[in-house]
């Protein structure tokens, strides 16, 4: 630890831990998106909020960037140091501090694994309902710096939805205590919500207190195979409206293929190019005919080819598997990811549009198509063909996205529905937002951040 500044730090801040090994610099300096090469100056690890404020006062000394850091499951390259950052990891912090049964919310520190947080919920007989397949590995932290939706927004929303109240650190190391818990709160700016999707460019959410909700009602799970993608949505609005769904996701054969390769069971003898996984509230009779005739109007219609429904709780899992394991089975191929969302009833023409484009665009390339087509998000995946290299491939792709990005301009959608747009998304922030619009966020972060140090070069440059 030669490094003067570093030095300062320990000084500064003495019982703070401190990692500097090459391994570690790797390993905290990246993401998901494996695309940069890490190179930050040393990883912090806090043990408290007073620590953080120490960190980011001495960051503001030396001026220092500093890229706070979680799961690191992150898609959008959000979390990567690459320039001589120090990441801040908040993995240390990562208490459940306090449950209140009257406020039904729980408290927690940061570095807290989403999955840790569904038992602790659990625990209290209540649920915390936005999940997905990164529960595991991701942490609270993160989900609210991406405002973070997953496979259960179409029916409890997105994390933004969930955060009662946070205390924050700025780039000037104050804290800041937000909405502490109240259900209504009209006096003026809502900073939380500014804080929730801002990748960490305003400061370090360093404690969370989340809303909790009654544990969701009986559920089944049905996989279903659909002849073509016109009739998605047709599939889609037969179910939403005879049901109370709690999931409705989508995914193409390409996808299946790779999961069944990866070792997930094969759900249907025969192929067919289009899936759905679907979950419903089933816990009587009624509910359960409801979905018969839902259906039965798909296959008397021609929308649905098969379909099978869950007889057990280990079935149930075996079908969400098809769906939650394609990011995993898909890793390997150094997969470029679009994340993108248009309003639902936008959906059809949009769908048809960018079939047309990407496949005009990539006619060699596998692209696989899944995503949560309820909410409006569409995830696709281009995958590397073996051979091809990385740069060239990644730059090819670029071209591509530019064309999507004006399609989602035209249908007034996001290029990042839940990813962030961290590195990845940068230059094409333009298609979602206006210039008066980004221009004003660069304003707010000045305000929060004046140094320019929290994350700087995520999100937009300053
Ligand atoms: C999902 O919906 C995640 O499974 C990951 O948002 C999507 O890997 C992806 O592109
Ligand atoms: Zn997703």
Request: charge should be negative; charged fraction near 20%; proline fraction near 5%.
């Amino acid at each position: 630890m030669s490094d003067p500044r570093l030095t300062d730090l320990l000084q500064a801040v003495p019982a703070l831990r401190v990692k500097t090994d090459p391994a570690d610099l790797e390993h905290y300096g990246r993401d998901w998106t494996r695309r940069w090469t890490p190179a930050p100056l040393a990883i912090a690890l806090p043990g408290s909020i007073e620590e953080v404020q120490a960190v980011v006062r001495w960051a503001c000394q030396h001026r220092v960037a500093i890229v706070p850091s979680g799961g690191r499951t992150g898609l959008s390259g959000g979390a990567v140091a690459a320039n001589g950052e120090l990441v801040l990891s908040l993995e240390r912090m990562n208490r459940v501090l306090d449950f209140n049964a009257v406020d039904r919310t729980l408290t927690v520190q940061p570095g807290i694994a989403l999955e840790a947080v569904h038992n602790a919920a659990g625990e209290q007989g209540l649920e915390y309902p936005v999940d997905f397949a990164a529960r595991g590995s991701c942490s609270i932290g993160g989900n609210i710096a991406t405002n973070a939706g997953g496979i259960r927004v179409i029916r409890y929303g997105n994390t933004r939805e969930w955060i009662a109240g946070m205390k924050v650190v700025t780039g000037t190391g104050e804290l800041l205590d937000l909405n502490r818990g109240l259900v209504k709160n009209s006096s003026g700016y809502d900073l939380r919500h500014l804080m929730i999707a801002s990748e960490g460019t305003l400061g370090i959410v360093v404690e969370a207190t989340l809303r909790l909700t009654d544990p969701p009602p009986p559920s089944n799970v049905m996989l279903l195979a659909l002849p073509s993608f016109e009739v998605l949505m047709q599939v889609f609005s037969a179910f939403r409206e005879r049901l109370q769904l709690e999931a409705f996701e989508f995914f193409t054969d390409r996808a299946l293929h790779h999961v069944l390769a990866h070792g997930a069971q094969k759900p249907f003898e025969e192929t067919h190019p289009y899936y759905v996984v679907t979950e419903f509230a089933s816990g009587d009779e009624v509910q359960e005919a409801a979905a018969m005739a839902a259906f039965e109007t798909c296959m008397d219609n021609g929308w649905v080819s098969d379909g099978v429904i869950s007889q057990s709780d280990a079935q149930a899992a075996q079908l969400w598997r098809l769906r939650e394991g394609i990011t995993e089975s898909l890793a390997r191929y150094k997969p470029y990811k679009n994340d993108v969302s248009v309003r639902i009833s936008a959906m059809p023409a949009f769908l048809e549009e960018t079939q047309k484009l990407l496949g005009e665009a990539y006619p060699h390339f596998d692209v696989v198509w899944f995503g949560h087509i309820g909410d409006g998000n569409l995830h696709i995946n281009v995958l590397k063909p073996d051979g091809l290299d990385d740069a060239e491939f990644v730059s090819q792709c670029e071209q591509v996205t530019k064309l999507l990005a004006e399609s989602l301009k035209r249908h007034e959608g996001s290029i990042s529905a839940e990813h962030g747009i961290g590195l990845v998304k940068k230059g094409y922030l333009e298609s979602t937002r206006s210039v008066a619009e980004i221009e004003m966020m660069r304003g707010i972060k000045r305000v929060l951040d004046p140094e320019g140090l929290m994350n700087p070069g995520k999100l937009f440059d300053a």
